[in-house]
Nanobody, 120 residues
Framework: QVELVESGGGSVQAGGSLRLSCAASGRTFSNYRMGWFRQAPGKEREFVASVYVTPSYADSVKGRFTVSRDNTKNTVYLKMNSLKVEDTAIYYC????????????????WGQGTQVTVSS
């Protein structure tokens, strides 16, 4: 059974930085895509970033966020710089087949989420 545990969320002022971590267990994930989605209040869950061999990013975070993974630790990270108020959301870790659509919000396994709040 796959288990994903996120950490690193919190509150920060606009322009600040945070790093999220997600530790995965239950199988070997080196052949899976790992990444992050987010859901803001009143909005649908949306793709943020993910990585299998090379990283992919939503346009809204490109140049500010960096996704990376450590296969020896079954962990995926999201370094978030230059945070904006509109980045406020619950961030969810996701793992999925490398063949699954990158931005599909129904695929794979999900963590419980970690809150990121950016204030002006």
């Amino acid at each position: 059974q796959v288990e994903l545990v996120e950490s690193g969320g919190g509150s920060v002022q606009a322009g600040g930085s945070l790093r999220l971590s997600c530790a995965a267990s239950g199988r070997t994930f080196s052949n899976y895509r790992m990444g992050w989605f987010r859901q803001a209040p009143g909005k649908e869950r949306e793709f943020v970033a993910s990585v299998y061999v090379t990283p992919s990013y939503a346009d809204s975070v490109k140049g500010r966020f960096t996704v990376s993974r450590d296969n020896t630790k079954n962990t995926v990270y999201l370094k978030m710089n230059s945070l904006k108020v509109e980045d406020t959301a619950i961030y969810y870790c996701n793992v999925r087949s490398s063949l699954a659509a990158i931005r599909d919000t129904d695929s794979g396994s999900w963590g419980q989420g970690t809150q990121v709040t950016v204030s002006s």
